[in-house]
């Protein structure tokens, strides 16, 4: 898996599946006559009742992590200073909720808040480069976590085990390049806008327009894979809590897309 909200996770672990298939193939033991009439006259539980995960549930938990996170965001904007406490925050409380088996929707709200300081931050200091850049980048991130939801739903975008690791392979390397360009950034070597993303691989295109196409993609086979990881907590019977860790793992993957897209639109539009 490459969202580690979910790789720390044992509802959403491999055994998981596993012990699911394990008990379908189980041969069923044969019950009584009485036992039957006992069965079918009991009223049918829901999920719900059985405080497993449902679709409805984890929607609304996401759904309360990202109103916390605008929360944070509006703040940010007004504060832009805030973002480098949101930045630490949110790194540290994103290591405890990836490590912490069990999920604290306290803690999940609280990186959302954290996380939205630092997104508020960030796109005021973007505001001021370029007019109109963050609607642009807010209406890009719905458009295409809308278009990935809705070809996932539709069965026609899926997780394959070759697509993974290419994806793996992938953002590996985009890790490496972004510490080797922040480095070269911090230490004076480049002084070019966004560091070695603006160097010009043929004349008038900057390398952070390629690439930052690559990374957009990246993050939404990411989504694909969230959205997978919440199809087979609900397909497993997973303990509803486990829905947090659902709207965790989707709020990491859209707001490292929102920043991507950010990134991407600077390099189009004019600047102030």
Do not use: C
Not at 61 to 76: H, S, W, Y
Not at 219 to 247: C, H, N
Not at 250 to 263: C, D, P, S
Request: glycine share 10%; net charge positive.
């Amino acid at each position: 898996m490459a969202n580690p909200a979910f790789s720390n996770s044992p509802a959403f672990s491999a055994k998981a599946a596993q012990r699911l298939a394990a008990r379908e193939n189980a041969a069923p033991a044969v019950p009584t006559p009485g036992q039957l009439q006992e069965h079918f006259s009991l009223p049918e539980a829901t999920p719900d009742q059985m405080e497993r995960m449902t679709y409805q549930d984890t929607i609304f938990k996401t759904l309360a992590g990202f109103a916390v996170l605008l929360v944070g965001a509006a703040i940010g904007w007004i504060f832009p200073a805030l973002a480098i406490v949101g930045a630490i925050a949110g790194f540290v409380l994103a290591l405890v909720n990836i490590f912490k088996k069990k999920p604290s929707p306290a803690l999940i709200l609280a990186y959302a808040g954290f996380e939205g300081l630092l997104v508020g931050g960030v796109s005021y200091f973007f505001s001021s480069f370029s007019d109109g850049i963050v609607p642009m980048a807010l209406f890009g991130t719905l458009g295409v976590v809308g278009v990935t939801l809705a070809l996932f739903a539709s069965g026609k975008v899926r997780v394959s085990a070759r697509a993974t690791k290419i994806f793996l392979v992938a953002i590996i390397g985009y890790a490496a390049f972004s510490l080797i360009n922040v480095v070269l950034m911090l230490t004076g070597v480049t002084s070019s806008f966004g560091g070695l993303r603006g160097i010009e691989i043929i004349p008038g295109v900057p390398l952070g327009i390629p690439l930052g196409i690559l990374v957009v993609l990246l993050a939404a086979y990411s989504l694909v894979m969230d959205f997978d990881q919440v199809k087979r907590g609900v397909e497993t019977g997973q303990p509803r809590i486990y829905g947090w860790t659902a709207a965790f793992g989707i709020i990491v993957t859209v707001v490292w897309l929102y920043l991507e897209i950010l990134r991407l639109l600077s390099y189009f539009l004019p600047r102030n």
